[in-house]
């Protein structure tokens, strides 16, 4: 048996870190690794998963560890572009504080410094994403160091590291045993223990300020993932409702009359209202950045929970701030909650908000719409959801209608690029769902502008490993309504201007015909006459389909807080568009009536008439 090699080295050190599956996309610049690779799969003891785009690999590399398939995600990459390339899933993982490691491949030393084909100066390229431990390796005996490091670092920070690979040096020998002399040094391939609780001092701090409250809001994020037992003990014992971040919708059943789904310019009235009325807010594992959702500075107590001390205090000038794991630091809180006195009217007032807000979500998603409403379709997927359900959802109108309209139950798991919000990274986020957990059904929510953009080449993935998974139900739901619709009722509500067509606008592509091609399955449904039975096939179907739905683009999405100047803005854009012969203005005008006034009244008097039955 020939010596193991650098690449083989890599390989196998980070299989030590739990790091065994790899996205990527192979180059010469990046070979010896693919090679080694190749040699780790034979053996069953690493898998390459070949995605169609090296920004695909780093999305998947960060949607893997969201989706528990694995401790740190890992994506191989070419040299020059393919690295430029990365860039943006690997920033995805950044924002999200996601532990990705990076393998850059670079062109070959004796070539550096010479401009040669390729060659990109790596090191200062990914200075920002990588920062917090990025080394390009120039000797064989580095490759203990470097990868132990990486992989540390990335866990401990929950970030990106990033090592460079110069061609020939991945295909040399590998020094397995580094010396024992000066200028060596040797290292350890174990993870650091697990974050714990606060000390007792602050954690009693932090209880005489929950326990002060009568109207007490919780906001859980991404870092309440895995405390839902905790979470909820905590919300009973204060009487507390519960508000969630878009990384956060997993942590609790959106049926609570309790919880009060989504917060910020895509969440909910009732989420709006419990910020408005609370006198305490205590945060869990979020820094969502819309601080006028928040309660006015003054008007609430605050305690924070976070992993990260550097993240406490970003967004609400909080009185006490807890750096810890949030399962073992509401554990540990839960005990010093007693004596808690809260106001029972609360979560009374909370529940009458709920059911308000999912009457008037009934009335939205029933209206009529041209020539498919978008929220009837996600409330139809909702229905068919089974409890151990994967969904994956792009950036624009889609995350709209998952945030109010798509309800989440325990065992469900959900994510999307939170912080970056970039368009594209729905369709890997599924390819890496399925691939963490193939006994797992999955639902992408995708609109046409991100389909368009890099999820048709991610279907031919789809169709080249669909038949590996265990269960091979994987339905991707496009919304097909032949325009960047977020991007549109942004330039109405923000900037007062008619959306510009040549920007805008995009090609109706047949979707579904295009997965047919593929060997997928693939449906179009333009209303909703036999949307039902067209949903339970596709979620039946026993290979992946494509649902083409064209859906309007002219059902508004209604902020939870409208404020003046929103609707001036949109006013104005639409008089615009109405001078310049635009079709949608007068659309626009009776939806945008329809949606806030007429849809909030019915249901308020739906409400009304089914408390007086009662």
């Known amino acids: 048996m020939s010596s193991p090699t650098v690449g083989d080295h890599v390989v196998s050190r980070l299989a030590r870190w739990g790091a065994r599956r790899v996205y990527g996309y192979p180059g010469d610049g990046i070979g010896g690794v693919v090679s080694a690779l190749d040699r780790a799969q034979a053996a069953g003891e690493a898998e390459f998963v070949q995605v169609r785009h090296e920004e695909t690999a780093g999305f998947c590399a960060t949607a893997d560890v969201k989706y528990g398939g694995s401790p740190i995600g890992v994506c191989a990459v070419t040299s020059g572009p393919g690295a430029v390339h990365a860039l943006n899933g690997l920033y995805d993982a950044k924002l999200d504080h996601v532990p990705v490691v990076a393998l850059l491949g670079q062109s070959a030393s004796n ?161 709006w209202n419990l910020m ?12 969502m950045p819309y601080s006028e959702y928040y309660p006015a500075p003054g008007q609430a107590r605050g305690v924070q929970i976070d992993v990260d001390g550097t993240r406490c205090g970003l967004r609400y000038p909080t009185e006490v701030n807890l750096v810890g794991d949030a399962q073992q630091t509401l554990a540990a809180l839960l005990p010093l909650l007693e004596g808690a006195d809260p106001d029972p009217s609360w979560r009374e007032e909370i529940a009458g908000w709920n059911r308000t807000w999912r009457a008037w979500g009934e009335q939205r998603a029933t209206a009529a719409a041209e020539p498919l409403n978008p929220e009837l379709l996600v409330r139809g997927l909702s229905a068919r959801l089974t409890d151990d359900a994967m969904v994956a959802v792009d950036c624009g109108t889609a995350t709209s209608w998952y945030a109010r309209d798509l309800d989440l139950r325990p065992g469900m ?66 919304f097909n309504n032949r325009q960047l619709s977020f991007v549109a009722w942004e330039a109405r509500a923000m900037q007062a201007e008619v959306p510009f067509g040549a920007a805008m606008d995009v090609p109706d592509v047949p979707y579904g015909q295009y997965a047919g091609l593929l060997g997928l399955g693939g449906v179009r449904t333009d209303g909703p006459e036999g949307l039902d039975a067209l949903l339970d096939e596709a979620f039946a179907a026993r290979r992946p389909t494509v649902i083409d ?42 939806e945008g009536a329809r949606e806030t006034v007429g849809a909030a009244a019915r249901a308020l008097r739906e409400r009304r008439s089914g408390d007086d039955r009662s």
């Open 111 to 271: 070539a550096l410094g010479t401009s040669y084909y390729q060659e990109l100066d790596l090191v200062r390229l990914f200075a920002d994403v990588a920062g917090a431990y990025l080394f390009q390796v120039s000797d064989p005996s580095q490759v203990q160091h470097a990868v132990d490091r990486a992989a540390r670092t990335a866990l401990e920070r929950r970030t990106v590291t990033a090592i460079v690979l110069p061609s020939d040096l991945q295909d040399a020998d590998a020094v397995l045993d580094v010396p024992v002399a000066h200028g060596y040094t040797h290292t350890s391939s174990v993870p650091g223990s697990l974050p714990g609780a606060p000390r007792a001092e602050a954690l009693e701090q932090a209880a005489e300020v929950l326990r002060s409250g009568k109207r007490v809001a919780i906001l859980a994020g991404a870092g309440a993932l895995g405390a839902t037992q905790e979470l909820t003990a905590v919300a009973d014992r204060l009487g507390a409702g519960v508000a969630k971040a878009l990384l956060g919708k997993a942590v609790l059943d959106d049926r609570l009359d309790w919880v009060t789904g989504a917060i910020g310019l895509l969440g909910t009235r009732p989420s």
């Open 276 to 287: 408005q009325g609370c006198d305490v807010l205590l945060m869990v594992g979020t820094t």
């Open 413 to 478: 798991l959900a994510s999307l690029s939170g912080t970056l919000l970039s368009m594209g990274g729905g369709m890997p986020y599924a390819l890496a769902a399925k691939q963490a957990h193939p006994d797992r059904p999955v639902l992408a929510l995708i609109g046409d502008g991100a389909m368009q953009m890099n999820g048709i080449n991610e279907l031919i993935t789809v169709a080249q490993r669909w038949r590996t998974w265990e269960d091979p139900r994987f339905v991707v739901v496009v």
């Open 549 to 590: 739905a064209v859906v309007d683009p002219d059902v508004p999405m209604v902020p939870p807080h409208v404020t003046t100047e929103q609707v001036v803005n949109t006013a104005r854009a639409t008089a615009k568009a109405g001078l310049q012969g635009d079709p949608s203005a007068r659309r626009i005008v009776v």
